[in-house]
């Protein structure tokens, strides 16, 4: 489960940042649907690492992030989630991944209060 990893990279980067602050509120993601990354398991994860690292319960907010490919063979660009599929113009399987693989811790949301 590559997606525990990904927790807890994104724990050790906050908690660099954010140095001893424990007044985290809410974590902010992307994920691109290529990325093989389960957004439940990651909540699950998270929620367990950032409770064992002492940041309370934050709510992970998951965006989705739509995979934009290019067909080589006739140009097209097309939005999918399954790359099995071929260009819905042409059906060929000669493409490029232009974006949808992306895993982006994008924001975080601390108590301002809480300091």
């Keep these: 489960m590559h997606e525990y990893s990904i927790a807890q990279d994104m724990i050790g980067l906050i ?5 001893a602050r424990r007044d985290l509120l809410a974590v902010t993601v992307t994920i691109g649907p290529l990325s093989g990354v389960s957004p439940e398991s990651l909540r699950f994860c998270f929620s367990e690492i950032a409770r064992q ?9 998951v965006n989705s992030a ?4 290019r067909c080589r063979s006739c140009d097209l660009e097309y939005e999918t989630d399954d790359l099995r599929g071929g260009c819905p113009s042409c059906s060929s399987h000669d493409m490029v ?3 949808g693989r992306q895993c982006t811790l994008d924001s975080v949301e601390i108590d301002e209060d809480g300091r």
């Design 66 to 69: 739509p995979a934009t490919i």
């Design 15 to 19: 908690e660099r940042t954010l140095g």
């Design 53 to 61: 690292n002492g940041f309370g319960e934050p709510e992970l907010l």
């Design 97 to 99: 991944v232009l974006s």
